[in-house]
């Protein structure tokens, strides 16, 4: 039993130690936009000690939703950008961890990679 433990605990500290360098490799949305010019205070507001949650309306500061969802018009299954619930940016673009299918909790939607 004691044996089958340390295997298991040994196993499970491989595993971490994996994901926890490929998520370290890995440049997420807000990298992206810094390395862009966009400042953590432009999506956070000017306080970093008490940073404003982004929803949909920091976005399309920038992201315009009807440009957005002309250009990506061809998009299968549908077109994410005219999604007509669950259409918040954030839902599948987050910023500072990997980008989410949230439409896949219900629909059968994929979408391919979600940059
Ligand atoms: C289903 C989750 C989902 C939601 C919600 C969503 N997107 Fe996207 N977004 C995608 C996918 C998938 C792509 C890749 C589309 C492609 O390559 O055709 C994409 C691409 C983009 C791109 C790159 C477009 C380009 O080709 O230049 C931008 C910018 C973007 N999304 C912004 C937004 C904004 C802003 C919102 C909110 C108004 C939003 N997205 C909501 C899934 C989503
Ligand atoms: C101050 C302007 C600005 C704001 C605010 C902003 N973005 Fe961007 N974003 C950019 C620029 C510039 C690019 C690179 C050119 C492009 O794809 O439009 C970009 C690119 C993207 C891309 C394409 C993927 C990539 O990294 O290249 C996605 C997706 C995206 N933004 C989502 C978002 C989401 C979600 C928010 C809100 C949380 C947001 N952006 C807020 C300026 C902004
Ligand atoms: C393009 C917009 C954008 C930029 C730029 C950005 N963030 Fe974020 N940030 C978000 C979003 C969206 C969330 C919500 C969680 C997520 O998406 O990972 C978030 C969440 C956070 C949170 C958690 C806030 C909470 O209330 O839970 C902190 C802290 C944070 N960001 C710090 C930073 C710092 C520091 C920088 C600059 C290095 C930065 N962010 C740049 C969009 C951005
Ligand atoms: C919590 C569950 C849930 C989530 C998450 C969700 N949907 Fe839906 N969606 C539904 C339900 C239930 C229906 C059918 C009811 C209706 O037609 O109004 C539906 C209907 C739709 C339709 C209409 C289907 C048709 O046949 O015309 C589209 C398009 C759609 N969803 C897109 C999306 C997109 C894109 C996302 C992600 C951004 C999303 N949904 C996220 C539950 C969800």
Redesign the pocket.
């Given at each position: 039993m004691a044996f089958t433990k340390t295997i298991l605990a040994g196993v499970c500290a491989a595993a971490l130690a994996w994901s926890v360098s490929a998520v370290a490799a890995e440049k997420f949305?807000a990298d992206?936009?810094v390395a862009?010019g966009?400042a953590c205070t432009?999506?956070h507001g000017p306080d970093m000690k008490n940073p404003n949650y982004?929803d949909e309306q920091?976005?399309v500061?920038?992201?315009k939703k009807d440009a957005l969802a002309a250009k990506t018009k061809d998009m299968k299954p549908v077109n994410a950008h005219a999604a007509p619930h669950n259409g918040d940016?954030?839902l599948c673009?987050l910023?500072h961890e990997p980008t989410e299918n949230y439409c896949a909790q219900c629909h059968k939607f994929d979408f391919g990679k979600i940059?």
């Amino acid at each position: 039993m004691a044996f089958t433990k340390t295997i298991l605990a040994g196993v499970c500290a491989a595993a971490l130690a994996w994901s926890v360098s490929a998520v370290a490799a890995e440049k997420f949305g807000a990298d992206r936009h810094v390395a862009r010019g966009v400042a953590c205070t432009v999506c956070h507001g000017p306080d970093m000690k008490n940073p404003n949650y982004p929803d949909e309306q920091t976005c399309v500061q920038c992201h315009k939703k009807d440009a957005l969802a002309a250009k990506t018009k061809d998009m299968k299954p549908v077109n994410a950008h005219a999604a007509p619930h669950n259409g918040d940016c954030t839902l599948c673009h987050l910023q500072h961890e990997p980008t989410e299918n949230y439409c896949a909790q219900c629909h059968k939607f994929d979408f391919g990679k979600i940059p």
